[in-house]
């Protein structure tokens, strides 16, 4: 039960909210006791999160007397869409007219408005049940506003199209003329809110509901962290150490001053491994404008101590961990005794793969502005986690968190690159230096490549024991890459259960002796989430290795997937020790079990519309691979073509996705085609590598993403239909793991060369 | 004193000649439609139209640009309702957002010299604007949808 005192509260008092409804529209507030939802229909993660997750329409809802509805959106944007379908849903289960709703983004405060770190493919699937309560529980009052209004029984009357109806006497009256009743009345507690039926729907499911910001994204007016402006606001750049854990000796300041423009020459402070999100430190130029900035950081001439990294070399680190991968590393799941199997088997297949380092290269590199007056500090910034930078600015500056604003624009790209924050610290401090005036801190490109938190490298080695028959009786997969968690806590040799998780020992194979192991690596740079994350490397090799073993008994590669899968049935890798503590997403297993049902479906249907099996021309290809990830089930077949000269394309690209409810099909369709794309450049160009510490790639010329002409011209998304009982899971990241081993199961196809190496780069000239 | 007309108004600049025109638009007009993406003309992100032209505003200074016609994204329409920006819309064409003024601009001045593009046109004029969403398969459908009306 949720108990909840109602109060009135003029909405100028509202921070979050001022200027927003200056007309004195009156805002539902209320000194609210969270209480787990009641009555979701399902358990999700969302409240083992930081702070929990929130739903009473007093923080997301506000009614203005000309009846304009304004729900707060506290997820970040990046492109997923989120900002647009969890309003969307508070609209429908309210009855809201989507053309006189507005959004405003929530700044951080994970006290008020519960957890929103916005990584983890989690907005929908932690968030649908809340905001379908939060909806229908502000039309419940809305109806009974009216009914007290007309003195008849709330069950006389109805809520639909932004107003209200009493039916039998043919009265109306709009949201707009209801809001200040309404919001004299209590929430609904949680076991009485009446949920709508499905079949009432009018945006959720329907993928008809264009992105709040589609309007001002294409006419320049949309405004990212880059593009904040303040009076009188100084513009930065900061020469970081090129190697992770330098400091700089020497520089220039007074060459830097010499720039026309430049106002000050600034160090900031590195801070010891392990950093996680703090500045890597270096000198900052703060300027007039950006041009000058960036002129006088070229003046500086800094020299730098590299530190214990500056001997990190990623071509010698490949040798190593490959090494390592060759020998038995920590066991993480064992199921029966593979390693008899393998020895016992008629015969066994091997293979090593390989995938480098790579950085999210997103479109807006990092920015944020900060200022900081009468000891309050605002910043605006493209960040996937503005309550963990609001934390982080109030313990970098001294002060309390209520003195912390974080305004959070919309992200140019996020991919796990903004959920750190240390470009917004950074201007923070520079701020600071500048007795608080707004300072913009810039990322140029090479910045942004060349001191980024970057995906983790990794060496997969799987063996395989087969019976007489052909069929697989042994599975010994070893997993070697660095851990993210090596930013946060020192000496982190080992991945994680939730890097392990994604891909590793949630193998969904019916293989009777099954083997995970983890051989140590250290980290010798940042590393950090990148879409997806370790679901990369680890279905790379599973998805590759799958299609191997069909080339060892040649066979179909469709039907060993099946065959690998097995029927239908919940898989539970609790059941071995090693994983007793399996990470799910951090959701209930009971609510997102191993579905291999599920996970055969979306082989069959990607099979079907791709039309497996199809007579293709010589020197084309199809390739198949299925992940499970951030509990959805996705399968991808791409067609490759590779020429005589070695030069790929990919004319056609399918994928089946199963996640469970699709609130909002149509982003969820923008976010797999994006995948296919961002799968692509992976595959076939997405490599950062080091010499000396230093980051070998500085701008899309060395480190090359995949532009139109390379593109895959049709990718088709196949959504497997599912009623809202089904729970809803990740749609942001899953579209990305089984692309690179569909791709590269292609071009086996297409050409008998098989890639266990990414990127893909030259290895296909002839 | 650098003088140029940006969006059908003059302006003038005194200070440094070299300055990118990016900055000059983003960081003196306060036109941040444009977006820095790359610096070194190889993302399309900061494309404007100079004299009707697709043009990287990152890589040409602004004394270059004396004398001359800029059209950034603010003023490409007055109402937002170019063809182009019309087809983005009917198509859902951008996710995060960030990269489409540039690709907006790329694909406005294709579609003045070339009235109905062939996906080779099409693939030849665009592959300049980098999309790290990977919006492409609806850029090309929009660019036609804008070309025919439809």
Not at chain 1, 498 to 525: K, Q, S, Y
Not at chain 1, 573 to 586: Q, T
Request: glycine letters at 8%; proline letters at 6%.
């Amino acid at each position: 039960m949720t108990s909840v005192q109602t109060v009135i509260e003029n909405v100028s008092r509202r921070g979050f909210l001022k200027g927003v409804l200056a007309t004195g529209g009156l805002v539902l507030a209320a000194e609210f006791v969270p209480a787990r939802a009641a009555l979701a229909a399902y358990a999700t993660g969302a409240d083992k999160m930081p702070h929990g997750v929130k739903s009473d329409p007093h923080l997301f809802v506000s009614i203005a007397p000309d009846g304009i509805v304004t729900i707060v959106a506290i997820r970040s944007e990046m492109g997923t869409g989120s900002r647009t379908s969890l309003p969307m849903i508070v609209a429908d289960e309210l009855e809201a007219d989507w053309s006189r709703v507005r959004v405003v983004q929530a700044p951080g405060d994970e006290e008020k408005y519960g957890n929103q770190d916005t990584d983890g493919s989690r907005s929908l699937r932690h968030h649908i049940q809340p905001m379908r309560q939060c909806g229908a529980a502000t039309r419940q009052m809305l109806e009974t506003a009216a009914a007290k209004r007309w003195g008849v029984d709330p069950g006389e009357v109805r809520a639909q199209n932004h107003e209200v109806v009493h039916k039998a006497s043919g009265r109306k009256l709009g949201y707009g003329e209801l809001a200040a009743d309404a919001s004299a009345l209590p929430t609904p507690p949680a076991d009485q809110i009446k949920l709508k039926d499905p079949a009432a729907f009018r945006y959720i499911g329907k993928g008809t509901t264009p992105i709040v910001d589609l309007f001002d994204i294409t006419t320049g007016r949309a405004t990212y962290g880059v593009d904040a402006k303040l009076p009188g606001m100084k513009y930065a750049v900061v020469a970081r150490p090129p190697v992770f854990g330098g400091k700089v000796v020497s520089f220039d300041a007074s060459a830097a001053m010499k720039v026309p423009g430049v106002e000050k020459v600034v160090t900031i402070e590195g801070t010891p491994a392990p950093a996680k999100f703090q500045p890597l430190g270096g000198v900052a130029v703060i300027a007039r404008n950006t041009w000058a900035a960036i002129k006088g950081r070229e003046a500086l001439n800094p020299t730098w101590d590299d530190g214990p990294n500056g001997s990190y070399d990623s071509a010698a680190f490949k040798a190593q961990i490959e090494e390592t991968a060759r020998r038995p590393g920590k066991v993480v799941r064992n199921d029966g005794d593979a390693e008899k199997a393998l020895a016992s088997a008629a015969k066994v297949v091997s293979a090593e793969y390989y995938i480098p380092h790579s950085a999210h290269a997103t479109m807006e590199p990092p920015s944020a502005t900060v200022r900081i007056v009468d000891g309050k500090c605002e910043a605006w910034a493209c960040v996937q986690s503005p309550g963990n930078t609001r934390e982080e600015l109030a313990k970098k500056l001294g002060l309390k968190e209520e003195d912390v604003t974080v305004h959070v624009t919309l992200l140019g790209g996020g991919f796990g690159r903004k959920s750190k924050c240390d470009f917004v610290l950074e201007a923070a401090v520079l701020s600071k230096a500048m007795n608080g005036a707004p300072v913009k801190v810039i990322w140029t490109r090479e910045d942004d490549l060349q001191n980024a938190y970057y995906h983790t490298v990794s060496a997969e080695r799987i063996d395989a024991g087969l019976d007489a028959n052909g069929k697989v009786i042994a599975w010994r997969h070893r997993s070697v890459a660095p851990t993210i968690l090596s930013i946060f806590k020192p000496d982190q040799t080992h991945e994680a259960p939730f890097e392990l998780g994604m891909g590793l020992v949630d193998v969904p194979f019916d293989i009777p002796n099954l083997r995970c192991e983890n051989g140590e690596a250290e980290a010798h740079t940042r590393i950090g989430w990148f879409r997806s994350v370790y679901n990369i490397p680890h279905g790379f090799a599973v998805q590759s290795f799958a299609a191997e073993l069909a080339k060892a008994t040649e066979r179909d590669p469709k039907a060993v997937l099946l065959e690998l899968i097995g029927p239908p049935r919940i898989v539970d890798p609790r059941k071995s020790p090693e994983v007793a503590d399996f990470w799910n997403y951090g959701d209930p297993f009971e609510t997102y079990p191993i579905d291999t049902a599920r996970l055969r479906r979306v082989v069959e249907l990607v099979a079907e519309k791709a039309d497996w099996g199809r007579k293709l021309p010589a020197r084309h290809g199809l390739g198949i691979a299925v992940h499970r990830s951030f509990l959805t089930y996705v399968a991808t077949v791409v067609e490759a073509v590779v020429d005589d000269k070695g030069h790929l394309t990919v004319p056609r690209v399918d994928t089946a996705i199963d996640c469970g409810f699709a609130a909002n099909p149509e982003r969820i369709r923008s976010q797999i085609e994006g995948a296919a794309v961002m799968g692509m450049s992976l595959a076939l160009y997405g490599e950062i590598s080091f010499k000396k510490g230093r980051v070998q790639q500085s701008n899309y010329d060395s480190y090359r993403v995949l532009r139109i002409d390379e593109s895959p011209p049709v990718t088709d998304v196949h959504i497997v239909p599912n009623g809202i009982d089904v729970p809803s899971s990740g749609v942001g990241e899953p579209g990305l793991p089984p692309f690179a081993p569909a791709l590269c199961n292609a071009i086996f196809a297409a050409t008998g060369k098989r890639i266990r190496r990414l990127p893909i780069g030259d290895q296909l000239a002839a | 004193m650098v003088k140029l007309q940006v969006n059908g108004q003059t302006q003038s600049f005194d200070g440094d000649p070299s300055m990118p025109l990016l900055w000059y638009l983003r960081d003196e007009l306060g036109l941040t439609g444009t977006k820095f993406g790359c610096g070194v003309a190889l993302c399309g992100a900061c494309t404007v139209h100079i004299d009707g032209e697709a043009s990287r505003a990152c890589a040409i200074a602004i004394s270059d640009v004396a004398g001359r016609s800029v059209t950034t994204i603010e003023g490409l329409d007055r109402d937002g309702n170019h063809p182009v920006q019309k087809a983005w819309r009917a198509l859902n064409v951008p996710q995060c957002g960030y990269c489409q003024a540039g690709q907006i601009m790329q694909a406005a001045a294709l579609l003045a010299t070339t009235k109905n593009p062939s996906e080779a046109e099409i693939n030849d004029a665009m592959s300049g604007n980098i999309c790290r969403c990977g919006c492409y398969q609806r850029i090309t459908a929009a660019i036609k949808a804008a070309a025919t009306g439809a």
